[in-house]
């Protein structure tokens, strides 16, 4: 048996769903069991609880083989980043009672740094916070997500496809989601460890690529530009992030176009990624029109 959390998110899906396909037992910890009720159909055993129940945790965590945490995405986090200490704080109490054989974390590319990050800061501070754990704890700092770009396939029927990577030109890493499903699974059933160790997800990418990949998709000419620094705020509004509150993600792809996220951090591994973006374009597209 095998703990997934975040399992009606993306990443804890395709992680699920990568078990499932192994013959591997899968158990969830849901706030809402009628939102995973496709997974329960699959076999899932689903657990009532959430983030903030570090009790549920625990249970959750009982007799399992290995377990994949993560944090909840939080796109207009309090300044103190409190949301994500309070979940960490759960974690390593719910840890350290179950002492589960191997914990998977989903991280992300720049979590090695404390400042300058945005919304990864988070990530940095569950690094930070499993670092006095004794178990086998396996980071997966991915990149960024392809399915971020998903938006394309809406905006850039024209041919401008607006992003925040500046320059275009300039690669850094990302990956599918599909792919951190896959390595998380792999590292929950495959050879042991011990300790602690940092794995690098993704491939080296520009914006420029991913913009040509989408065009292919469109059967259009597609062409990424930059949104001026000046009008990010009102551009990360307009997806529903609160006036005033867009700095996290602001600072978090500042980093990215300093070079923060790229690969090659000393002591981690690294996996390229399998799955491209054109895959993801092509499997949203499919499925819109399914």
Known sequence: MFLVMGITGKVGGATAKHLLAQGKEVRALVRNPGKAAKWADEGVQLVDGDWSDPAAIEMALRNVEGAFVMLPAQ??????YKEAKAVIANYVGALAQAAPPRVVALSSMGANRTSGLGMITALSLLE???????????YVRAGGFFENFLYGLQ???GGRFPVYH?????KSTMVAT???GAKVAALLTGPAWLKHRVIELGSMVSADEV???LGEVLKVDV???AIPRAGWSAAFEQFGIPKGQTGPAEAMFDA???????????GSEHVPGATSALDVFAAAQKAATA
Do not use: H, Y
């Open 178 to 180: 599909d792919d951190i």
């Open 75 to 80: 796109w207009a986090p309090s300044p103190d």
């Open 128 to 138: 930070e916070g499993f670092r006095d754990l004794k178990l086998p704890i396996a």
């Open 211 to 213: 913009a040509t990949q």
């Open 166 to 170: 500046n320059p275009t030109d300039r």
């Open 155 to 157: 905006v850039a029927q």
């Open 223 to 225: 062409k990424a530009f």
């Open 256 to 266: 990215v176009n300093s070079g923060w996220m790229d690969l090659g951090v000393e």
